[in-house]
């Protein structure tokens, strides 16, 4: 399975730079930790990580939404509801058309479906 990545900052809206935190990201809807990764390789990585000193992070995870939670010293903490790391991977060898795409509301992953005739 694809390992996605996102990265981000944590910024001080007071200061405008960066502001070291605690990130935890979730299974969404849920208080599940989810299962994260420091490459595309898939090493692992500790849930919940911190930030490095001027509020930078990044993770990899499995395609799928996510709830990225922000805390820390003098951080009212907040969350990020629904994030999506989606996997836009190749269609079957062809010319097909997208028919739709969409995320699994059980599984959490995103789903492409493709006419069946190639054009």
Same mark, same amino acid.
């Given at each position: 399975? $694809? ?6 900052? %944590?910024?001080? $809206? ?5 502001? @070291? ?16 990764? $420091?490459?595309?390789?898939?090493? =692992?990585?500790?849930?919940?990580? &911190?930030?490095? =000193? ?6 990899? $995870? &499995? ?5 990225? @939670? ?12 629904? %994030?999506?790391?989606?996997?836009? =991977? #190749? ?6 058309? %997208? ?12 789903? #492409? @479906? ?6």
């Amino acid at each position: 399975m $694809a390992k996605i990545g996102y990265h981000s900052s %944590v910024i001080d $809206a007071t200061s405008g730079g960066g502001r @070291e935190a605690t990130i935890t990201v979730y299974d969404m809807g849920t208080s599940n930790l989810a299962t994260m990764y $420091a490459n595309v390789s898939g090493s =692992s990585k500790s849930n919940p990580f &911190n930030t490095d =000193s001027i509020g930078r992070f990044s993770f990899f $995870a &499995n395609s799928g939404i996510y709830d990225i @939670e922000v805390s820390g010293v003098g951080i009212t903490t907040y969350k990020l509801e629904g %994030v999506p790391l989606l996997d836009f =991977s #190749t269609p079957p060898s062809g010319k097909y058309k %997208v028919k739709n795409i969409y995320v699994d509301p059980n599984s959490g992953k995103q789903i #492409t @479906e493709y006419d069946d005739t190639p054009s």
